[in-house]
């Protein structure tokens, strides 16, 4: 027979599926925005992986605080060096994507003209 504190107990447990379903999600959205940056930049993004670092409350585009999650994720600009990194995400929404001091590529099709 299902008592007070067994039903809390599983109530508690089905939160808790149901928050790391929905960090889950929100890790895929992540992935997917940083992709498409990342192609949009001329850069790879290295593993195809972001990593969760921390939850922190920090103010969004109109100044507002609020709780946001931080992704670290590495890219390469020339396949030799790992670049970090970070995302900053308000809920579903990007807050902003920062990248480290990283060398350019020249882009294709253009030389440098020696004098």
């Not at 809390?8 to 929100?26: D, E, K, R, S």
């Not at 940083?34 to 920090?58: H, M, P, S, T, W």
Request: positive net charge; charged residues 20%.
């Amino acid at each position: 027979m299902l008592t007070l504190g067994n039903i809390f107990v599983l109530m508690l447990l089905a939160t808790a599926g149901a928050w790391l379903w929905h960090a889950h999600g929100l890790r895929e959205r992540t992935l997917i925005l940083v992709k498409q940056y990342c192609d949009k930049a001329d850069i790879d993004l290295l593993d195809e992986n972001v990593a969760f670092r921390k939850i922190a409350l920090l103010r969004d585009a109109k100044g507002r605080k609020r709780i946001a999650r931080i992704y670290g994720f590495e890219f390469t600009v020339t396949g030799e060096q790992r670049h970090a990194g970070q995302v900053i995400m308000f809920g579903p929404n990007l807050g902003s994507i920062e990248l480290a001091p990283h060398p350019f590529r020249e882009p294709q099709g253009l030389s440098l003209i020696h004098i």
